[in-house]
């Protein structure tokens, strides 16, 4: 009893922090082990959601020890086009920010993400596509000062979601739940069956 008990206390404790107003969208990521570690660091800063936007790649199996069970307590939303994805991120009032090599580009550390926001991630060898790059609302690049110029793909997630992370925890965004009382209690019930 001991035991469950501890487990209603940590399913509550982490439902209340979760971020549903922030996301990751991975596009095309192949790599199963790319993909859980993207899912592990999307549960570790309390995303409550990720979209997955596969056009060219099929969308990779996931395994419960590759992703310590990350899978399990996020929501998966897929979608088969930019304009789909970006369509009912926009819809639903975020800011869609992906990561780009491009003179337009910003640093990560130039962008405001206490706001409702989504951050694109391409796949491995191409990166994000040139039209999920060209329809985003703005580009950004992880400041690189070695001779190569880019992360991992599940590095640079986990880089950006904790500067989402650390920004939030500065302006004490964290100290109230974000989800309204009657969801909390559905996503309870369903979580507590997992």
């Known amino acids: 009893m001991l035991r469950s008990q501890r487990r209603i206390d940590k399913i509550r404790r982490v439902l209340a922090q979760r971020q549903p107003d922030m996301t990751v969208v991975m596009e095309n990521i192949h790599d199963p082990h790319n993909v859980s570690a993207i899912l592990r660091s999307c549960d570790a800063v309390g995303i409550l959601q990720v979209e997955l936007l596969y056009t060219l790649e099929k969308f990779p199996r996931i395994g419960k020890k590759s992703s310590s ?22 819809g639903e009032g975020f800011t869609v920010y992906a990561t780009h090599l491009g003179e337009s580009s910003v640093s990560l550390y130039d962008l405001d993400l206490t706001k409702k926001v989504a951050l694109v991630f391409g796949n491995e060898h191409r990166g994000v596509s040139d039209e999920a790059a060209a329809k985003a609302d703005g580009n950004f690049q992880i400041p690189m000062l070695g001779m190569i110029q880019s992360l991992n793909v599940s590095v640079a997630c986990a880089v950006s979601l904790y500067e989402v992370l650390r920004q939030r925890l500065a302006t004490g965004d964290l100290r109230r739940s974000k989800i309204s009382g009657k969801e909390l209690t559905s996503l309870y019930d369903d979580w507590i069956r997992r």
Do not use: I, M, Q
């Open 69 to 90: 069970s990350a899978n399990k307590w996020l929501e998966r939303r897929k979608h088969k086009s930019v304009d789909e994805c970006y369509g009912a991120l926009h």
